[in-house]
T-cell receptor, first 114, second 113 residues
């Protein structure tokens, strides 16, 4: 297993465009999490899935953000009508059945909105 | 809600110095506690964890003890190396929060040769 994989590593987009990021978790992990990290801050929770079910969404996740995890495998995070404030590192992590034993993080997707 | 507070950085130490990074938490339940590390240009990695009071997590010479009475989980290392230069994040995960993890703001450590 190669760990948690995120694509693309970097994305530069113009304001108002839509972007989509992909995360492939560790295959035996049934929980998948999305976080956002800005410079000098810790990761902020966005949403998480147990298998294909999206169980919680943060208030940070406006209606321009949507996440899916079809068939409980990979996940996508889409941002519509991007704004400059969306510029950040988007992190994906996965864990086993009980998330209280720690996560495995991907390397992240750095989004820059110009 | 649950929260984590850790000491502000940057912390600058000479090689072989003793390291302490303070972390305190607020939680409604009985959380598991973690330290994650982010080396320059890399993703977050789990450094150590403790799942109940008085547990000591340890890894790569780093240690932290889960202190329920003081709601603390301070990170320590007896002798730091240049290669320990990184950002360290204290975090908690609580069943009442659906096991999502709450992170502190991070503490940047610089170790000089």
């Amino acid at each position: 297993d190669t760990g948690v994989s995120q694509n693309p590593r970097h994305k530069i987009t113009k304001r108002g465009q839509n972007v989509t990021f992909r995360c492939d978790p560790i295959s035996e992990h049934n929980r998948l999490y999305w976080y956002r990290q800005t410079l000098g801050q810790g990761p902020e929770f966005l949403t998480y899935f147990q298998n294909e079910a999206q169980l919680e969404k943060s208030r940070l996740l406006s209606d321009r953000f949507s996440a899916e995890r079809p068939k409980g495998s990979f996940s996508t995070l889409e941002i519509q009508r991007t704004e400059q404030g969306d510029s950040a590192m988007y992190l994906c992590a996965s864990s086993g059945r009980q998330g209280n034993h720690g996560y495995t993080f991907g390397s992240g997707t750095r989004l820059t909105v110009v | 809600g649950d929260s984590v507070t850790q000491m502000e950085g940057p912390v600058t130490l000479s090689e072989e110095a003793f390291l302490t990074i303070n972390c305190t938490y607020t939680a409604t339940g009985y959380p598991s506690l973690f330290w994650y590390v982010q080396y320059p240009g890399e993703g977050l990695q789990l450094l150590l964890k403790a799942t109940k009071a008085d547990d000591k997590g340890s890894n790569k010479g780093f240690e932290a003890t889960y202190r329920k009475e003081t709601t603390s989980f301070h990170l320590e290392k007896g002798s730091v190396q240049v290669s320990d230069s990184a950002v360290y994040f204290c975090a908690l995960s609580d069943f009442t929060g659906g096991f999502k993890t709450i992170f502190g703001a991070g503490t940047r450590l610089f170790v000089k040769a």
